[in-house]
Nanobody, 115 residues
Framework: QVQLVESGGDLVQPGGSLRLSCVAS????????MGWYRQAPGKERELVAQ???????NYVDSVKGRFTISRDNAKNTVYLQMNSLEPEDTAVYYC?????????WGQGTQVTVSS
């Protein structure tokens, strides 16, 4: 049984930082591309950052320079370090694992940026 379990979401003030974690089980973690998506109320889910199995990373333009994705294959864990948070970053953040036609989602963790 595949599970992706996110944690780290919270209420934070603008300019603050959070680190999200996603622990995967039931998959060969190192071969999967791991991504963080987010969905704000009334908006479509969007890819925020992705880490490929080969170590490449990519980011949506709105978070470049502020967010960093990293992975620890020994711990089956992917992280999203979020700095200089803005109210526009408020959303439910989802972890995703993808390998060819196989894709899995976590349950999501809420990030709220507000003063």
């Amino acid at each position: 049984q595949v599970q992706l379990v996110e944690s780290g979401g919270d209420l934070v003030q603008p300019g603050g930082s959070l680190r999200l974690s996603c622990v995967a089980s039931g998959i060969n973690f190192r071969v999967y591309a791991m991504g963080w998506y987010r969905q704000a109320p009334g908006k479509e889910r969007e890819l925020v950052a992705q880490s490929t199995s080969g170590g490449s990373t990519n980011y949506v333009d709105s978070v470049k320079g502020r967010f960093t994705i990293s992975r620890d294959n020994a711990k089956n864990t992917v992280y999203l370090q979020m700095n200089s948070l803005e109210p526009e970053d408020t959303a439910v953040y989802y972890c995703n694992a993808a390998f060819f036609e196989s894709t899995y989602w976590g349950q999501g963790t809420q990030v709220t940026v507000s003063s």
